[in-house]
């Protein structure tokens, strides 16, 4: 797999909430969670993705925004987020209808709605 715009994003969350950069074993299980939920492809990596996982790299809020289709089908990032989970240190929160990834580290976190296709990134605790 080659590396890609989504792993180069993922290096630098890896780096601003742990503080150093990945480690080999780590860039490892990055590449094996991309493949595993088919976005080795970029043209199955939707924007809000990248966008989601960039403005927490970033530090900047994000309110709640449609999350669109990627260029071809098949990959698929709600299964990716959770993977992501076992990789990237954070909690996770389930609600059924939507999700949070919180970055304590950060003071941030990543809210994912299923239900009404959004996301968003805000501080921890916002309603």
């Known amino acids: 797999m080659e590396d890609s715009k989504l792993l180069e994003i993922l290096q630098a969350l890896v780096q601003v909430t742990s503080g150093h950069a990945p480690s080999e074993e780590t860039l490892e299980e990055l590449r094996d969670v991309i493949e595993n939920s088919d976005l080795d492809d970029s043209e199955k990596v939707p924007n809000w993705l990248l966008d989601l996982l960039s ?59 299923i239900e009404d296709s959004t996301y968003a990134v805000r501080p921890i605790a916002e309603p």
């Open 55 to 113: 403005g927490l790299v970033e530090q900047r809020m994000i309110p709640p925004s449609p999350q669109t289709a990627a260029a071809k089908s098949g990959g698929s990032s709600h299964n990716f987020l959770v993977e992501l989970a076992d990789v990237i240190e954070m909690n996770w929160v389930e609600f059924g209808e939507y999700f949070l990834m919180q970055f304590p580290s950060l003071g941030l976190e990543a809210k994912v709605s």
